[in-house]
Structures are given as C-alpha cells and as structure tokens.
C-alpha cells in the first residue's frame, strides 16, 4: 500500500508539472502571437521579460542611475563623433544638435531584449526632442550572434523598430572599444562619467547641446519615470 500510494503522488506531481509546462507554453505562444523568425529561447526570453525585471529590482540588480548633478560639461565633444549604421551609412552627431540621444547597447537574446519594444515607444512619443540609437554588440553571454542584416531584419520584425542601429560593434572597455561608448564612459571625454556597460541594455542620455546628462542600468525600463523626467528636464 505504501508503494502505491507513493506512486500515485508521483503521479499526481507529475500531472501538476505537464500542466505547469503546457500553461507556461501557452502563455509564450499567447505573448509571442505576433513574433516572426524567433527562436524558443527568444520567445521564452521575451514572455518573461516582465518577471525578469520584476526579480531584478526586487533584488537591486541592474537598477543603478547616474546622474551629471553639477551640469559638467564635457573635455571633448560627442558632436565630433559619428555612428556607422548597419544599412551602411553614417550618421554624423552633430547632426543632432538641438535634439537629446537616448544611446543603448542592445543585444537580440537578453532577458531585456523586449526593451526594444519599449525603446520604439520612446522614438515614437518624443520624436520631436529624442533620437534613439540602438548598438547592437556581442559583448555579453554572446547574446548577439546575428549579422547585422539578421540583426535589422529581426527588430523591425518583432519590435516595429525604426530608430537608428549602429553597425553591430563592441560596447566593453577595450581596443574595439566603438568611439562613442569610450565617449560615455570615460570622465576624461564626456567630464564626469566613467560608468561602462554592466550588461545589455545600458542607456545613456545625451542632451540637447552635448552634455552627458544621464546613466541607466539595464533592468530600468526605457519606459520608467525616470528616463521620462530625463527627456523632459
């Protein structure tokens, strides 16, 4: 008897699993309705991404800000800086006086990658004052595998996306370093900050004339309060 009633628990656990699972599944295919050419991982990724931040900033995780208090103005200029975009064109900064950037590195297999939903939001509602610019890098966990027209093909696909992307490049602190990330996390260059990207997803605002203004963490969403302050003040 004891056996049995061993294995009809098992039983029972088991059956409580499946459901899980098979509830779990339909969640992610409900979530990922509308998603083209993403692989398992991705849809998984993109179905939890609001539990994922949830539990990063239940723990304090990726939530750190920065901010230029003293309004330092920066040694050298990003405007003398220009982005090499994956459709093969340049896009000088300069060109964007008189406008903030909200500039992230981004990554296409991240736990934020749904963030790219939330950036186009931004580029939409503040098209006016604000220029997104999204650099695609291979920095972290490897968690940016694509070319650079997989890369595009993937967030316009799935994100609508239509603000800038760089040419897929390197965000760390290196040789490879892209001009602009040496920029944003080098006091010496932008005169205040020397925070480097954590993680995927890292943001940096520059205002209207080419201040450094502001440092987000990854888990802080594009949509959050304060990223949204940022772009008003």
């Known amino acids: ?10 039983n029972r656990v088991i059956l409580i699993v499946v459901l899980l699972l098979i509830t779990f599944w339909t969640y992610v295919v409900i979530v990922n309705r509308n998603s083209k050419n993403m692989t398992p991982r991705q849809k998984v990724l993109k179905a939890i991404y609001p539990l994922f931040t949830g539990f990063s900033k239940l723990f304090g995780k990726g939530v750190k800000t920065l901010r230029n208090e003293k309004s330092i103005q920066p040694p050298q200029s990003i405007y003398a800086l220009s982005v090499e975009t994956n459709d ?29 939903d ?13 220029v997104v610019i999204g650099f695609p890098a291979n920095d972290f966990k490897e968690q940016e595998k ?8 993937f967030c316009k696909l799935n994100f609508g996306v239509t603000f800038p992307l ?12 892209n001009a602009i990330f040496q920029w944003l996390s080098d006091s010496s260059k932008n005169g205040w900050c020397n925070k480097k990207p954590p993680w995927n997803f ?13 440092y987000f963490d990854p888990a802080i969403s594009p949509l959050s309060e304060e990223i949204r302050k940022a772009i008003n003040d």
Do not use: F, P, W
């Open 1 to 10: 008897m004891a056996i049995k009633r061993k294995y009809h628990k098992l």
């Open 146 to 153: 694509g070319t650079d027209e997989e890369i595009a093909q």
């Open 166 to 177: 760089a040419k897929k490049t390197v965000v760390k602190k290196g040789q490879q370093q």
């Open 202 to 214: 890292s943001k940096y605002i520059v205002n209207e004339k080419g201040v450094l203004t502001n």
């Open 118 to 130: 939330d950036l186009q939001k931004l580029h939409e509602q503040y098209k006016d004052k604000l």
């Open 88 to 116: 093969g064109n340049r896009l000088r900064l300069d060109s964007l006086k008189g406008k903030k950037m909200l500039l992230v590195n981004t990554a296409s297999d991240c736990g934020y990658t749904a963030q790219y």
